[in-house]
């Protein structure tokens, strides 16, 4: 069994699009989390929710907007995208805040044209 | 501000050669400090946590340490199959966030 999961695994698309990626864990995690990362392969993160609530937003453009319908999905929807959008995304989850190891998914490659 | 530091970028070495990889951070209040292997293409892996100054962990060909301001990841007699990018990260500020290095990519030769 997948503990963390990600839809689609590659995405490809024109700039000014919409586009979502879905992320999944069944490790019954409390904490979850949006990581960008670039082609420097630097790790960032972007969102953090706990328990469905957000908790981090990291001086992400409002572009970006995070869902977590309930403890173990938290999707990322993105408007009119850019460029710079382009780069790796990871959902991870946790057992609680950042005391605890997170276990992240296979990444979405999001690539804009 | 929370900071992530890892030296070396890089870190080319023969198999069943020894080394170590170094992970300086600065955060107030330490959460916890964590070590993950990333393989290309792929997700972090976890590999371990440590809480406090002296604490260390093994696992396999790895074992890490921990003091107040750096940890080290050392590789003892390494395989090509622990060629990867090492990636150290700090429990920060707050409970929710994680700060990442920007991580030390190792190739092992055969």
């Known amino acids: 069994d997948t503990a963390v999961s990600q839809t689609p695994k590659y995405l490809v698309t024109q700039m000014g699009n919409d586009k979502s990626i879905k992320c999944e864990q069944n490790?019954?995690?409390?904490?979850m989390y949006w990581y960008k990362q670039d082609s420097k392969k630097f790790l960032k993160i972007m969102f953090s929710y706990n328990n469905k609530e957000l908790i981090i937003n990291e001086t992400v453009p409002n572009r970006f907007s995070p869902k977590s319908p309930d403890k173990a999905h938290l999707n990322l929807h993105i408007n009119s995208l850019e460029l710079g959008d382009s780069a790796v995304y990871f959902c991870a989850s946790s057992a609680g805040g950042s005391s605890y190891e997170q276990y992240f998914g296979p990444g979405t490659r999001l690539t804009v044209t | 501000e929370d900071q992530v530091t890892q030296s070396p970028e890089a870190l080319r070495l023969q198999e069943g050669e020894s080394s170590s990889l170094n992970c300086s951070y600065t955060v107030s209040g330490l959460r916890g400090l964590f070590w993950y292997r990333q393989d290309p293409g792929k997700g972090p892996e976890f590999l371990f946590t440590?809480?406090?100054a002296g604490e260390e962990k093994e696992k396999e060909r790895l074992k890490a340490t921990l003091t107040k301001k750096e940890s080290f990841l050392h590789i003892t007699a390494p395989k090509p199959e622990d060629s990867a990018t090492y990636l150290c990260?700090?429990?920060?500020?707050?409970?929710?966030?994680?700060?990442f290095g920007a991580g030390t990519r190792l190739f092992v030769k055969a």
């Open positions: 990260a700090v429990g920060g500020t707050g409970g929710f966030k994680t700060i």
């Open positions: 440590l809480y406090s």
């Open positions: 490790l019954g995690h409390d904490t």
